[in-house]
């Protein structure tokens, strides 16, 4: 595909439940972002992978949280044990380049915890 | 914390008219500045990049930078009703784009 695709697009889980969320990055790109953004908020930054290098997990907001890719391609965030607040939409960019340029967005996978 | 700063809006404007969007940030030492647009349910949509102080012209959008007063603004010329989104100032703190929280435009026709 030309963009970067994410999915499910929708997700209605129970609280407590785990939760894997998939990015699937523009072919080459070698950054990727993970940001979530709750209803009428900001983006609030999660996680960020540069090629191999290891990843920048300052803005992931708790151990329930982790995020994994392999090289430059796939990337899954995982939430376990959800609550209520986690309920949010997960952004999820690439960019061709390092060092915090530009990033391209997917369409975002809506999360809602009930 | 570094940190980049937008009024959340709403901001009104008749549809013609020029709509001014503006950001403040705290890191001197940042070089790049994105701006994106968010139409409602949607997902940023990046329109304007800036890396140089002065002004940068894309069609309607010019972007401004100052880097000694740290703030870089959108302006929209012509507005147009479907202009009405946020907009998301963004600007690399080390690796991640920090993002503003956005201002809400309105476009009234």
């Known amino acids: 595909g030309a963009g970067v695709s994410q999915s499910p697009s929708n997700k209605v889980t129970e609280k407590g439940k785990d939760v894997e969320l998939r990015c699937d990055p523009i072919s080459g790109h070698t950054a990727l972002y993970w940001y979530r953004q709750r209803l009428g908020q900001g983006l609030e930054f999660l996680i960020y992978?540069?090629?191999?290098?290891?990843?920048?997990k300052s803005g992931l907001p708790s151990d329930r949280f982790s995020a994994e890719r392999t090289g430059e391609s796939v990337s899954t965030l995982t939430i376990q044990r959800t609550q209520q607040e986690d309920s949010a939409v997960y952004l999820c960019a690439s960019s061709p380049t390092s060092g915090g340029s530009f990033g391209y967005f997917g369409p975002g996978t809506r999360l809602l915890v009930l | 914390q570094k940190e980049v700063e937008q009024n959340s809006g709403p901001l009104s404007v008749p549809e013609g008219a020029i709509a001014s969007l503006n950001c403040t940030y705290s890191d001197r030492g940042s070089q790049s500045f994105f701006w994106y647009r968010q139409y409602s349910g949607k997902s940023p949509e990046l329109i304007m990049s800036?890396?140089?102080?002065g002004d940068k012209e894309d069609g309607r959008f010019t972007a401004q930078l100052n880097k000694a007063s740290q703030y870089v603004s959108l302006l929209i010329r012509d507005s147009q009703p479907s202009d009405s989104a946020t907009y998301l100032c963004?600007?690399?703190?080390?690796?991640?784009?920090?993002f503003g929280k956005g201002t809400r435009l309105s476009v009234i026709a």
């Open positions: 992978f540069q090629g191999n290098s290891a990843p920048d």
């Open positions: 800036i890396y140089s102080n």
């Open positions: 963004a600007v690399p703190q080390n690796t991640p784009l920090v």
